[in-house]
């Protein structure tokens, strides 16, 4: 039998899938790099910049990795769990000494925030419940997707007043009035993404009483870890979570605190009802992995550990993070003071801002002065130096309404 073209068309398997839009923020990465303007501004990629505007390694994270390589002596495989030590040491800067010992706590090490975050949704997903995951709006674009991947339903609330630029507490909380027992709040531990916003310690309190009381699971997402306040600030909020629930999730990225963006590297830990309850989780997360990742990459987990094992290197690592920290938050200091719509930016905190702005603004700014950012109006305070916040702002200032 002779196959024409035309039957080849009707029938082949990869007929039926669609294009796809390009990726927002690479296209924004795409049009930076072929501007040819010295004075170009980056505030769209993701990513701490030091004040040379690079994304270095970081020291510690070099010293461990010149250990690893000079001790290291098998690339053998591990497990679908990873390196287990890599996530009970880590399991002690997340949650803290208390929690990280507590019986119903049980984590493995993933593919970063994002493997985090899927492995959540694929074991939400296992349970007889299958419940809604609930999330506040605007979110990490991902968060969505990840979910749906899953097969899980997702509903959206409030979370964000962009008249006040701060987060609307009482909307956020009104949203969750339709969620049911066993349904799943996911909440950003600290340094929301993209508002730079965060709860109070009376929020998380409230939060947390609120989850608990209603039987909504809570499914922190803590992927800055310390560029915020700092470390134990920064970790707060989740921990009175963790200590209100009966059930919770923690996805966590050292992608950002350590700077290994590309290694990914990452845990999920789930609090069960009990220490019994726990052991039936990990074993599915265990199974669930191997057909995810079957294992996750080594090299960067395995560079933490070693920084986590090491007291000279945790401090080393503390110190470099501490000094990110406050780059970042000289920085929103700056922008705060240099224009009054800007001033909630001072008070927030993280990587992130959400500008007051339309699409045709931010276009306006990449067209007329080289200043990058997606088209939401996010910004990355790192992308900043100290002396070009005085042009971004000038450049900016027309587009911001007062009063
Ligand atoms: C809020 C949030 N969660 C999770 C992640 C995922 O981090 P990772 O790069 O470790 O997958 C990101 C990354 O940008 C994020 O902003």
Redesign the pocket.
């Known amino acids: 039998m002779t196959v024409t073209l035309d039957h080849l068309a009707a029938t082949a398997l990869f007929g039926s899938l669609q294009r796809q839009p390009p990726d927002a923020l690479l296209a924004v990465i795409g049009m930076h790099r072929a501007d040819p303007r010295p004075d170009k501004i980056d505030v769209g990629v993701?990513v701490y910049r030091d004040a040379s505007g690079k994304t270095p390694v970081m020291r510690a994270v070099k010293e461990a990795e010149r250990r690893l390589l000079s001790t290291q002596d098998s690339k053998s495989y591990l497990g679908a769990e990873g390196d287990q030590r890599f996530t009970d040491q880590l399991a002690v800067v997340a949650l803290g000494e208390r929690l990280a010992a507590d019986p119903r706590i049980d984590g493995i090490q993933t593919?970063?925030?994002?493997?985090?975050?899927r492995l959540a949704a694929e074991l939400i997903a296992r349970t007889e419940r299958a419940p809604t995951i609930w999330i506040g709006t605007p979110?990490?674009p991902?968060?969505a997707p990840i979910f749906r991947a899953a097969g899980l339903a997702v509903r959206s609330q409030a979370y964000f007043d962009a008249a006040r630029s701060d987060l609307d507490f009482d909307a956020f909380i009104a949203g969750l009035d339709q969620a049911v027992a066993g349904d799943v709040v996911l909440l950003?531990g600290c340094?929301?993404?993209?508002t730079g916003t965060a709860f109070s310690t009376a929020q998380w309190q409230e939060l947390a009483a609120l989850t608990a009381s209603r039987g909504l699971v809570p499914l922190i997402?803590?992927?800055?870890q310390g560029l915020g306040k700092g470390l134990e600030e920064d970790a707060a909020g989740m921990r009175i979570m963790l200590d209100a629930a009966p059930e919770a999730l923690v996805?966590y990225?050292?992608?950002?605190n350590f700077a290994?963006?590309r290694e990914?590297?990452?845990a999920l830990w789930v609090q069960a009802s009990s220490p019994a309850a726990v052991v039936p989780v990990r074993e599915t997360m265990l199974v669930l992995a191997r057909s995810l990742w079957s294992m996750p990459p080594d090299h960067g987990a395995a560079a933490v550990r070693l920084i986590l094992e090491d007291n000279a290197l945790t401090a080393d690592w503390r110190a470099e993070l501490v000094d990110m920290c406050a780059r970042i938050n000289t920085l929103r200091a700056r922008l705060g003071d240099a224009h009054p719509v800007l001033a909630p930016i001072a008070r927030q905190q993280g990587?992130?801002a959400l500008l007051p702005i339309d699409r045709v603004a931010v276009a306006a700014l990449r067209e007329r002065h080289g200043i990058y950012m997606p088209d939401s109006g996010r910004i990355n305070i790192a992308g900043l130096r100290e002396e070009t916040v005085a042009p971004f702002v000038a450049a900016l200032a027309p587009y911001l309404a007062c009063g």
């Open positions: 993701g593919p970063g925030g994002t493997g985090a975050l979110t990490w991902n968060h950003h340094c929301h993404n993209p997402d803590l992927a800055y996805a990225s050292c992608d950002k290994l963006y990914r590297v990452g990587l992130f």
